[in-house]
């Protein structure tokens, strides 16, 4: 198996504890399990040996990679249900919902509703690309203003949007997503927040997607103005 290292760390997955009666679930859970140790990536999860749960960590596990999340991997002891998501959604840098019930459904919604909110701001890419792009805006700075070609400057940064991956296998969420396009047209989710969402039908869609927007979307985008100097 070709390993192609990615730009995220560590990927929250929400799933179902059921297998779903087609197999396209099924596979669509390993699939998207091999995508993670192709792309070195580990697993965060919520825990469980049973379902689409148990499928995706034991093939992340069994390919090598650190899985955070019972029973397969580290297990981190929380007080409360709340405490553990808020825990899993730190130590991700995405998020990924595969086919599940309603423990999948509140799941992926409150991670949607946080990014409405600002609470975080994923997908994440690595810290070395941050860096990259602020070092990069100093320099620009520095000899624009040895040219004084800016004499008066700013850098704006600009938060831009934060999204959630949705694996929609055989269309199963296409019911959602017209519930949600049906809100945004009824005035009760504004077109921004509708755009958190991000779907594909395969995961390796959905990772080029999601890796795309961590990098050219979410990140720091500096705003220079230049004005010629007096």
Request: hydrophobic share 45%; net charge neutral; proline share 3%.
């Amino acid at each position: 198996m070709e390993e192609t290292k990615s730009k995220f760390k560590r990927i929250c997955v929400f799933c179902g504890s059921s297998s779903g009666k087609k197999a396209s679930y099924q596979e669509a859970a390993v699939e998207l399990a091999k995508e993670l140790v192709e792309g070195r990536i580990d697993l965060v999860y919520g825990g469980g040996s049973v379902g689409l749960m148990g499928l995706v960590s034991q093939a992340v596990h069994d390919g090598g990679r650190h899985v955070t999340g019972e029973p397969v991997g580290e297990v981190r002891a929380v007080s409360d249900m709340h405490q553990r998501k808020a825990e899993m959604a730190r130590q991700a840098d995405a998020f990924i919902a595969l086919p599940g019930g309603y423990g999948t459904l509140e799941e992926l919604l409150e991670v949607i509703t946080w990014a409405q909110l600002n609470i975080h701001h994923k997908p994440n890419v690595s810290d070395m690309s941050v860096m990259f792009l602020e070092f990069t805006a100093v320099l620009i700075v520095a000899y624009a203003s040895k040219a004084k070609l800016m004499p008066s400057w700013s850098i704006n940064l600009i938060d831009c949007d934060r999204e959630v991956g949705l694996l929609n296998v055989d269309g199963y969420y296409n019911s959602l997503l017209s519930f949600i396009d049906k809100a945004v047209d009824e005035g009760f989710i504004s077109p921004a927040a509708r755009r958190i969402i991000v779907s594909a039908p395969t995961a390796k869609q959905l990772f080029r997607q999601l890796e795309a927007s961590a990098f050219s979307i979410h990140k720091t985008w500096f705003s220079l103005t230049i004005q010629k100097g007096a």
